[in-house]
C-alpha cells in the first residue's frame, strides 16, 4: 500500500517529534503493509510552515535512519498544503512541495471549520496552471458534513478526494465515520491516506481501513484506493474524470 499523507518528518510540525519517533512511525507502518510513505509536512498552515530546504533536509535523516533500521518502506516527499490564493505563484517560486516534479497533483488543506468562499475558483486556476489539488480529509471538514453532496462538485470537477483511515475506522468520531461510509458506497472517495502523526493516537497505518473498503465495497476497490490511484498520483497519471 502507499501512503500519500503522513506527518512522519520530525521536529517539524504536529508530527513526528524526534527522529526515534519517525523510524518507529516507519516501522509501524511497514508492519501494516505500508510500502511507500509520502512525508507531508504542514504548508502555509496558520501554525505550521515548513520550509522545503528544511524539509528535504528532515527527509534525508529520516530516509537514513530507516535504510540504517532496515525497515522495507521508501519515503518521499511533498507538502500539504493549506488553503490559499496564492499557491499558484507560491509553487511556480519553489516555495511549496507537490508530488511529482512536473507540479501534476499537490495535496490541498482546507480550513477544517469551512470551505472559503473562493475555494473553487482557486482550484480551477491551479487546474488550468495544470495542477491538480488532491482534497485532504474533506470528511473532517464541516462544510461537508453539513452538505455531504458538496464533494461531488468538487470531484466533477476533477478533484480527486482523500480521505483519512481514521476516519472509516470510526477514531475521528461518527460523523466523520457516516460520512466516509456514504461517500465510499457513492464511489466518491479516490484514495485512503493514514495523515499519520505518531505511533500513537494517530497511527501511520492503512490496513484497518483497507479492510473495511474490501468488505464493503471489494477488493478491486480497496486495490484502487490504496495503490493505484496514490500511484497515479505520484507518477503525474490521471485519476478523475
Not at 504548508?43 to 527527509?59: C, D, E
Not at 468538487?154 to 480521505?163: E, F, K, L, S
Not at 465510499?184 to 505518531?198: K, N, P, T
Not at 496514490?230 to 503525474?236: E, S
Request: charged letters at 25%; a negative charge; proline letters at 7%.
Amino acid at each position: 500500500m502507499i501512503d500519500l499523507h503522513c506527518h512522519i518528518l520530525p521536529g517539524v510540525d504536529d508530527g513526528a517529534k524526534t527522529i526515534e519517533d519517525s523510524v518507529a512511525m516507519a516501522r509501524m507502518a511497514a508492519d501494516a503493509g505500508t510500502t511507500k510513505i509520502v512525508a507531508t509536512p504542514h504548508m502555509n498552515h496558520p501554525q505550521f510552515h515548513v520550509p522545503g530546504p528544511l524539509a528535504k533536509t528532515k527527509l534525508a535523516e529520516v530516509r537514513a535512519a530507516v535504510l540504517a533500521a532496515k525497515i522495507p518502506v521508501e519515503i518521499v516527499l511533498a507538502g500539504e498544503i493549506h488553503w490559499s490564493s496564492d499557491i499558484e505563484k507560491q509553487l511556480a517560486a519553489g516555495e511549496l512541495l507537490p508530488y511529482c516534479a512536473e507540479h501534476r497533483y499537490i495535496l490541498f488543506e482546507l480550513p477544517m471549520s469551512h470551505v472559503p468562499h473562493a475555494t473553487r475558483e482557486v482550484t480551477w486556476k491551479l487546474q488550468l496552471a495544470g495542477v491538480f489539488p488532491v482534497l485532504a480529509h474533506p470528511e473532517r471538514n464541516m462544510d461537508f458534513e453539513r452538505d455531504p453532496d458538496l464533494i461531488h462538485q468538487y470531484r466533477d470537477a476533477g478533484v480527486p478526494c482523500q480521505i483519512t483511515a481514521m476516519s472509516l475506522t470510526g477514531d475521528f468520531g461518527r460523523k466523520a465515520r457516516k460520512l466516509a461510509e456514504r461517500w465510499l458506497a457513492e464511489g466518491a472517495i479516490d484514495l485512503l491516506a493514514s495523515d499519520g502523526h505518531s505511533t500513537r493516537s494517530r497511527p501511520p497505518t492503512l490496513a484497518d481501513a483497507a479492510r473495511i473498503v474490501r468488505k464493503q465495497a471489494g477488493a478491486t476497490v480497496e486495490d484502487w484506493l490504496t495503490n493505484e490511484v496514490p500511484r497515479r498520483i505520484l507518477a503525474g497519471e490521471p485519476v478523475v474524470g
